[in-house]
Nanobody, 120 residues
Framework: VQLQASGGGLVQAGGSLRLSCAAS????????MGWYRQAPGKQRELVAG???????NYADFVNGRFTISRDNAKNTVYLQMNSLKPEDTAVYYC???????????????WGQGTQVTVSS
């Protein structure tokens, strides 16, 4: 199983980016999916999560600026980021709980990370 993240880049403060992360390989089902971020010198932190049925949760710092969504048919999770701030600069990682075999608990997989840089 591989998670391929894309959509990062350089944007000015106030701008928007949309991140995507697609799971491929031996995927039978996917439970929770999410986005985390890690800024230089800081620990990785949760940005947003979404369950298979679409229940979402967000970190407090999101404050209504980001929206997480998923397309179960495409095994893909998205993060729409609006009103970006310089403090949002970080490497963003996707995460998914993937089942590869029925009767076995899902395993957690991580994407390779995509850089988001917000200039002031």
């Amino acid at each position: 199983v591989q998670l391929q993240a894309s959509g990062g880049g350089l944007v000015q403060a106030g701008g928007s980016l949309r991140l995507s992360c697609a799971a491929s390989g031996r995927v039978l089902f996917i439970n929770d999916m999410g986005w985390y971020r890690q800024a230089p010198g800081k620990q990785r932190e949760l940005v947003a999560g979404i369950t298979r049925v679409g229940t979402t949760n967000y970190a407090d710092f999101v404050n209504g600026r980001f929206t997480i969504s998923r397309d179960n048919a495409k095994n893909t999770v998205y993060l729409q980021m609006n009103s970006l701030k310089p403090e949002d600069t970080a490497v963003y990682y996707c995460n998914a709980q993937v089942g590869v075999r029925f009767g076995r608990s899902p395993d957690t997989y991580w994407g390779q990370g995509t850089q988001v840089t917000v200039s002031s």
